[in-house]
């Protein structure tokens, strides 16, 4: 006896399919059986925990001729909130850690430990993903000409005794001041205070910086 299909027994599943036939139900059949089914690929989300002082992106490492470029996809920190992205479950995805300005890319978090290289992460996609990317403030160093006949000083610097160089975060703003010796006085600046007519000067750390300052004898007129 050749078992049939009752007719609308062809369905489509997206999971699977179990079909169970009892011998009170096997005769009915009276030819083939056609079954069909369909099955979806699993989703699962990436979720960026949302940086400071920086931001991820969704990152394709193959285009511009294997230089790279950012894809549309996750956009997350310094204001973007495109912090989650599903994925297939047999795909991966390529992340680029991109510090705001005065900051530099430190070290990635959660799942793109060990997964990533510099700034760029890759991790596949086979179940839920949390990352994270953290920066660190860049410094600049403020270098001063040790003067002849007087001093230079403001925050760590007291140059005329040596203590000429030092270290600042970016975007800090420096106080010096030029200190005459006593029979000196105040002549001009020069480096990064050029044109300050004063002596003091206010100097902006958004890059190494270098300052000197001349001093000249002064003149009394014998009368």
Known sequence: MRPVRPLGLERQLSIGIVLLLTPALVGLWTGNITVAATFQIQQFVVSVIPPSNGKVRTWDPTLNAG????????????????????????????????PQTGYDFYAWLGDCVGNAT?????IATSQARTVGASFVIQTKALSVSDPTD??????????????????????????????????YYFQSWSGACSGTGTDTCLVLMDQARSVSATFSKQSYALT
């Open 67 to 98: 230089a790279g470029d950012f894809v549309a996809g996750l956009h997350c920190g310094l204001g973007q909130a495109d912090c989650s992205e599903p994925s297939d479950a047999d795909k991966t995805m390529t992340m680029k850690a991109i």
């Open 118 to 122: 510099g700034d760029v992460c890759t």
């Open 150 to 183: 007087g001093t230079i000083v403001g925050l760590g610097i007291n140059c005329g005794s040596l203590d000429c160089t030092e270290t600042f975060n970016y975007g800090t703003w420096v106080v010096l001041t030029a200190v005459p010796d006593t029979g």
